[in-house]
Each structure stands twice: as structure tokens, then as C-alpha cells.
T-cell receptor, first 114, second 115 residues
Framework: KAGVTQTPRYLIKTRGQQVTLSCSPI?????VSWYQQTPGQGLQFLFE???????NKGNFPGRFSGRQFSNSRSEMNVSTLELGDSALYLC?????????????FGPGTRLLVL | AQSVTQPDIHITVSEGASLELRCNYS??????LFWYVQSPGQGLQLLLK??????LVQGIKGFEAEFKRSQSSFNLRKPSVHWSDAAEYFC?????????????FGQGTTLQVKP
């Protein structure tokens, strides 16, 4: 099976712009989670989607949003970008998002905000 | 509050030497514990996981970890380190409630391997 794919891999934006990142989960996986990784804050949970519904959300401002499509692909959007949004954004998928499953991570999208 | 602590930010070992990376967690219920590895510019790869049963778990690439409930620890070990093991290692606890949850990660330990 193909792994989790994320596009684009690299992105440069300027402050105030918005950005959309895409994640395609492993075939058959219906749960998609997003994490932000920064040197200062480490890996932090953004949100989790299952069957097109957001089931869980981390402690991030409303500028961070996401959605999931019927084929389980997910997008996250960040509006009004700030310098502090520069980070590696990782997507992870699992079959149903239950507690004893492994989450498989994609390679990430590296976002640089100038 | 649920948390994971990796006390060592950076560790340097010689190739062929043994390795132990420390991980302590704080979690009220039975923890589901994971170790992931991240090479530069890459995503996270699962090394091993503990859900229940035998407290010594084997993973990929010759890694193992031991769950010690009394010490709230889940330390990662490898008997003989290879240069290709140089990477950043993350310990995580699964925090689930109802039908959803998330991984809570430690700050990571960067492993440098000396030739």
C-alpha cells in the first residue's frame, strides 16, 4: 500500500496570506489527524477527522481549519498567516482513529511564512 | 494533565555502543505508548508501540523498549548503534476519550552517532 502523501512538500507564503495543505491517507484509512511541529513548541495536535466530521480539535486559533472529503482525503487551511505559523505540518492516518491503532505519518509540508 | 517528558535533548554515542533514550509520561489511565523516529526532512516513522501485555516490546531496526508502570517510564534501547540511527526520536502517549483522541509527544531527543 502507498503511504500517507502530503502536498505540497514545501511552501513559502507572506504574512496575511492564506494557505491550504493536502493530505491523502493510506487507502482504507478513514481517520486523518494533523499536527504542527515547530522547534519551540514541538509536535502539537491540530485536529482529527473521521468520515468527514471533525471529532477532535487542539488548542489552536480559529485561523486553523480543516475538512475531510468523502474519499478520506483531508485539507487544512490557515488564514491570515503569521510568522509563527512557520512549521512542519504533519498528517497522520489510521483505520478508524481508535485508541489501539497506529497512526501512520506522511512526510509533512514545510511552510515558511515571510 | 497528560504529558510526556524526554529528559535528554541531545545524546551522542559512538557507533557500536549501546543506547538508552529516556521517556517519562503522565497519564491517568492505562497508557498506550509509542516511539517514533524522524530523520531530517522526513515525517515520523513508528519504531514500536506498547498497548498491553509483555512490558518489553520489540520494534524495527533492532530497537526495544520497556514499560515500567511504577516508574511511569518507557525507555528505548538498542544494544549496538549504527551510524544510520542518527535522527530525532520522539516518545508519545495516546490520549483517547470516547471515540477520538490524539498523540501527546515529548520534546524529542536528537541522537548523534560518532564514527
Amino acid at each position: 500500500k502507498a503511504g500517507v502523501t502530503q502536498t505540497p512538500r514545501y511552501l513559502i507564503k507572506t504574512r496575511g496570506q492564506q494557505v491550504t495543505l493536502s493530505c491523502s491517507p493510506i487507502s482504507g484509512h478513514r481517520s486523518v489527524s494533523w499536527y504542527q511541529q515547530t522547534p519551540g513548541q514541538g509536535l502539537q495536535f491540530l485536529f482529527e477527522y473521521f468520515s468527514e466530521t471533525q471529532r477532535n480539535k487542539g488548542n489552536f486559533p480559529g485561523r486553523f481549519s480543516g475538512r475531510q472529503f468523502s474519499n478520506s482525503r483531508s485539507e487544512m487551511n490557515v488564514s491570515t498567516l503569521e510568522l509563527g505559523d512557520s512549521a512542519l505540518y504533519l498528517c497522520a492516518s489510521s483505520s478508524a482513529g481508535t485508541d489501539q491503532e497506529t497512526q501512520y505519518f506522511g512526510p509533512g509540508t514545510r511552510l515558511l511564512v515571510l | 494533565a497528560q504529558s510526556v517528558t524526554q529528559p535528554d535533548i541531545h545524546i551522542t554515542v559512538s557507533e557500536g555502543a549501546s543506547l538508552e533514550l529516556r521517556c517519562n509520561y503522565s497519564y491517568g489511565a492505562t497508557p498506550y505508548l509509542f516511539w517514533y523516529v524522524q530523520s531530517p526532512g522526513q515525517g515520523l516513522q513508528l519504531l514500536l508501540k506498547y498497548f498491553s501485555g509483555d512490558t518489553l516490546v520489540q520494534g524495527i531496526k533492532g530497537f526495544e523498549a520497556e514499560f515500567k508502570r511504577s516508574q511511569s517510564s518507557f525507555n528505548l534501547r538498542k544494544p549496538s548503534v549504527h551510524w544510520s540511527d542518527a535522527a530525532e526520536y520522539f516518545c508519545a502517549v495516546g490520549a483517547w476519550s470516547g471515540n477520538t483522541g490524539k498523540l501527546i509527544f515529548g520534546q524529542g531527543t536528537t541522537l548523534q552517532v560518532k564514527p
